[in-house]
């Protein structure tokens, strides 16, 4: 119970991939035991939701803001419940992962267990790792400062969706990634995959390394978001069809893609005994059928959208023709 607790922290842009890793870590049989602590930008989330039904690990959720800023003393408060109900063994942890949301910058979050004495007394940061879509990187670290500081604060890059582009273009993305940051070790991850030995209990973090890369970091680190970047959810209880929201959904995409950074959701599709779970990222757009919905379980669509100048209410009118008449 002396010693310090690991911490890992997984980061990446919006949709690079993070919740399926975590939910990957969740299953794997490693005998940690983990507490989650997993944050969203906008005021609701899916993940929690489709996490619990992965793992019995102890989750908590921090909504409607960044970790990184607006939220940053939630983050505090909830590392010292957890620690607080370890010491009276109410719950038992070996091992805290924070999952952020695509829109944070990792600076603050990490300079959390080294400024605030509160957490550094009982907490260690282990690692780092930064998931990075491989398929919209190039455009991302471009327009988005947190993306590129996102890799430049890794100790891990795990490349994800590589299938999706061409060797030149992979090789070309590597080569911007060590230019950024030449430390980390970059490898492949493929829906989650990668041995646990990589990412877990690696002691990645070096602090020395990254006082180099931000000489304030043990300062006062500030951080804003671009401007226009909003989210909103949406949600329906009666059940959907889902071939008209595919339809509605691609005419989305092809008129919004650039717009719409981040979009998933848990649908309530009409004679189908499971959820629909889909998710995107600008054009890219995908789905699968998601855990049964238990006996008794109230059924709903929740659907999540973050993005610049978002049409709220034509994608609200849109999807509420969907609904099975």
């Given at each position: ?5 690991p911490?890992?922290?997984i980061?990446g ?12 870590i ?6 940690v ?18 996490l619990?039904?992965?793992s ?6 921090m909504n409607?803001?960044?970790i990184?800023?607006?939220?940053r003393?939630?983050?505090?408060r ?12 109410t719950?038992?942890?070996d ?6 949301t ?5 600076g603050p ?5 080294f400024?605030e ?10 690692a780092i ?13 471009t327009l988005?400062?947190?993306a590129q ?18 060797k030149d ?16 070790r ?10 646990l ?16 890369l931000e ?8 951080h ?9 959810v949406?949600?329906q ?12 959904l ?22 189908v ?13 995908g ?7 238990r ?7 929740k ?16 999807l509420d023709?969907?609904?099975l008449?």
């Open positions: 119970m002396t010693e310090l607790i911490v890992t922290i980061t842009f919006l949709g690079s991939g993070k919740t399926t890793l975590l939910k990957r969740l299953q794997a049989d490693h005998g035991r983990i507490a989650v602590i997993e944050n969203e930008f906008a005021a609701e989330s899916i993940d929690h939701d489709l619990l039904r992965e019995d690990e102890q989750i908590v959720e409607n803001g960044c990184c800023c607006s939220v003393g939630d983050l505090i909830i590392l010292g419940q957890l620690q607080a109900k370890r010491a009276a063994r719950i038992a942890f091992h805290v992962i924070i999952e952020t695509g829109l944070a910058a990792p979050v990490a300079q959390t267990f400024a004495p509160s957490v550094s007394e009982f907490y260690m940061l282990d790792l930064t998931v990075v879509d491989a398929r919209h990187a190039q455009e991302q670290l988005h400062q947190e500081e996102q890799v430049g604060f890794a100790d891990r890059i795990l490349l994800s969706k590589t299938d999706l582009v061409g273009e992979l090789a070309a993305l590597r080569q911007r990634l060590f230019a950024i940051n030449g430390r980390a970059i490898q492949k991850v493929r829906f989650g995959h990668v041995p030995r990589d990412i877990l209990n690696i002691r990645g973090f070096h602090l020395s390394a990254i006082v180099e000489p304030d970091f043990l300062g006062e680190l500030g804003r978001h671009g401007d226009g970047v909003q989210s909103f949406y949600h209880s009666q059940a959907l069809d889902l071939l008209q929201v595919e339809n509605f691609d005419a989305v995409v092809q008129l919004f893609g650039s717009q719409l950074m981040r979009y998933k959701g848990i649908l309530y599709v009409a004679d005994p499971c959820r629909a779970v889909f998710q995107g990222v600008h054009m890219l757009m789905s699968e059928l998601g855990a049964p919905w006996d008794g379980e109230t059924r709903a669509s659907i999540i959208f973050i993005g610049r100048d978002l049409p709220q209410q034509m994608l609200t009118r849109g023709r969907c609904v008449s």
